[in-house]
């Protein structure tokens, strides 16, 4: 069994950064593909990022590329999501997701997530 540790919301202005971490256990982090989603009050979750086994390869929602950077340290078994120029839009609860895979890739469907960690709640104000 996977567990997945967010951290790292919290209550900024626009235009600022925050720094998602998520924390893995219970299985060798290279094994996994990474992946960010968020789900806003009254949304339902979406995709926001995503990440293969040996981190070469990502993959993005339209509306965060290139405001959004996603990244792995697998010697450190944490995935992160760098968040920047931060819009109210923005606001949701953001989840971490690990999808066993024997293949090097990138996902974006939430189906393909097996392991879902607790979700951490940003807030960007206006």
């Known amino acids: 069994q996977v567990q997945l540790v967010e951290s790292g919301g919290g209550l900024v202005q626009a235009g600022g950064s925050l720094r998602l971490s998520c924390a893995a256990s219970g299985r060798a982090f290279s094994s996994l593909a990474m992946g960010w989603f968020r789900q806003a009050p009254g949304k339902e979750r979406e995709f926001v990022a995503s990440?293969?086994?040996?981190?070469?390869?990502?993959r993005y929602e339209d509306s965060v590329q290139g405001r959004f950077t996603i990244s792995r340290d697998n010697a450190k078994n944490t995935a992160v999501l760098q968040m920047d120029s931060l819009r109210p839009e923005d606001t949701a609860v953001y989840y971490c997701?690990?999808?066993?895979?024997?293949?090097?890739?990138?996902?974006?469907?939430?189906?393909?997530?097996?392991?879902w960690g607790q979700g951490t709640q940003v807030i960007v104000s206006s």
């Open positions: 997701a690990a999808a066993d895979t024997t293949y090097d890739s990138a996902y974006r469907v939430s189906s393909r997530f097996r392991h």
């Open positions: 990440i293969n086994r040996s981190g070469d390869s990502t």
